[in-house]
């Protein structure tokens, strides 16, 4: 798993990557109320704000680290978007993009450097 | 502001135990959720009971040699009918401008202290009392004054079992009708409690010595009825229950007219006016508002935050969002705003502009949930 500055995850298998926001960001956030997710097939650039979501207090923008093609979205957190606050890093995954730029992904940090980034 | 300029509450030590997550609001730092969050805290306070420090906002006393002239001298400074106050009753006004502008609003209470008679207790919004008192001040008739009460610390006891945790500390205080105050002693601390609050539930607002609060607070708290509730669920109880967030919902340009604030301006003030501001209000009186604030029920499950825009079905701007958000109780997005008054009626379909995507919504009645005073 690979972190964002702006706290997404990314695992990817084969050239598709998930994505989700991490768990620290989910604590930050608090109750999670509603999210929304980029339609399929739209083609996303890196860094580019695409889907957003919002808690009882506020609504804040999720920026796709990677660029390609959303191939899929995780209808779940339609009907149940606390998901995104009980397995932020697995089942409360929001968005699959089919990656056009591979080398994107080295820019990307590891766990420790991520843990270390948010430890400030 | 910087940082360092944040003020604190008398109970900010205590909030930082309870691991509550600290932020700037008015100046001070001031818990917005403790661990459980937000959603948690909003529930518990309407099905048990919440209690908040609010310690932040402006209190003080208007004093003068009798009752009726303190009254008086108030009344030219708001639209409520203060002059019929009984001993400890309490009522919800605005301070106006002389445009008819909304400069704050407020709780007033009359006292049934011994030895201050003459004395109107008021509680203002911390975002605005440097203004208020200064303004009260400058207006007040000679023979009376303002004096600040900096040195007390407020909480507020919310929910359907606040009667139940209070009485444990002393039955009389629960006993308090609606709308109505006294002082009494909390298990050996003296207090100043009202039945009144901002979350659309019964309950009550005690007013202590700073050197007391922590004392009580931890004492209310020991009551498993009781938990700590943040900012953020006081936000989303208020919203429910239709009540008006000063600078979201109401501001120096809206008037109480325009905010559907009728019902605090009773016939004597409309009538003889006598109030900064009164030509605007009777002039909307009788000759109606162009806007007015509404609630607005989103139709999906998108939340409408402060500042979207409200489309009729057309596309044409009617109006904006002053405070919106998620209602856990309601378990739905809703709003509150203004709206141009032909579109006010409940029921009336609009749109509201979020992310530049026009979404279905309707003009709904407040509160957005039944409130449960206790009359």
């Known amino acids: 798993m690979k972190f964002s500055k702006d706290h997404e995850w990314v695992t990817v298998e084969g050239n598709v990557a998930t994505i989700g926001i991490t768990e620290h960001a989910q604590s930050q956030l608090g109750d999670v109320v509603f999210v929304e997710l980029p339609k399929l097939g739209r083609n996303v650039a890196a860094n580019e704000s695409v889907a957003v979501v919002e808690s009882v207090k506020a609504a804040s923008e999720v920026y796709v680290p990677v660029s390609g093609e959303v191939v899929a979205v995780n209808d779940e957190l339609s009907g149940d978007p606390a998901l995104v606050n009980r397995a932020a890093e697995n089942d409360g995954w929001f968005m699959k993009v089919k990656l056009s730029n591979t080398s994107e992904l080295d820019g990307l940090m590891d766990k420790p450097a991520y843990d270390a980034f948010v430890a400030g | ?375």
């Open chain 2, 1 to 375: 502001m910087s940082e360092e300029a944040l003020r604190r509450t008398p109970l900010y030590e205590i909030h930082k135990e309870l691991g509550a997550k600290l932020v700037p609001f008015a100046g001070y730092e001031m818990p917005v959720q403790y661990p459980t969050g937000i959603l948690t805290e909003h529930k518990w306070t309407r099905e048990s009971a919440g209690l908040f420090e609010v310690s932040h906002m402006g209190q003080c006393s208007i004093e003068g040699p009798d009752f009726e002239t303190t009254a008086r001298g108030l009344e030219m400074l708001v639209p409520a009918d203060i002059l019929s106050l009984q001993p400890g009753q309490q009522r919800y006004s605005q301070l106006l401008n002389v445009q008819g502008g909304i400069s704050d609003d407020l709780m007033i209470t009359r006292s049934n202290w011994q030895g201050l008679e003459g004395s109107l207790y008021v509680v203002v919004n911390a975002s605005r009392k440097g203004f208020d008192f200064a303004h009260i001040e400058e207006n007040l008739a000679p023979g009376l004054s303002l004096k600040r009460w900096d040195d007390l610390a407020l909480m507020a006891l919310q929910g359907p079992k606040a009667q139940e945790a209070i009485a444990k500390l002393n039955p009389k205080a629960a006993e308090l009708h609606f709308m109505n105050s006294g002082r009494f002693t909390l298990d050996g601390v003296e207090a100043h409690v009202s039945r009144s609050g901002y979350t659309g539930e019964d309950g009550f607002e005690i007013s202590v010595a700073s050197a007391h609060a922590a004392q009580l607070w931890t004492n209310l708290l020991s009551d498993p009825l009781v938990k700590p509730i943040g900012l953020g669920a006081r936000d989303s109880l208020r919203l429910e229950a239709g009540l008006c967030l000063y600078g979201h919902d109401i501001d120096r340009t809206t008037s109480p007219i325009e905010a559907g604030l009728n019902w605090s301006i009773a016939k004597r003030r409309r009538t003889e006016g006598g109030f900064l501001g009164a030509h605007r209000v009777q002039r909307e009186l009788l000759g109606g508002v162009s806007r007015k604030r509404v609630g607005i029920k989103p139709e999906g499950r998108a939340p409408a935050r402060e500042g979207t825009e409200v489309l009729d079905e057309s596309g044409r701007k009617i109006g904006i969002i002053t405070s919106g958000g998620f209602g856990p109780s309601v378990n739905g997005p809703i709003a509150m705003g203004y709206v141009e008054t032909a579109y006010a009626a409940a029921g009336t379909p609009v749109q509201l502009l979020v992310r530049g995507q026009a979404l279905p919504a309707q003009v709904s009645i407040l509160p957005f949930i039944p409130n449960r005073f206790k009359r």
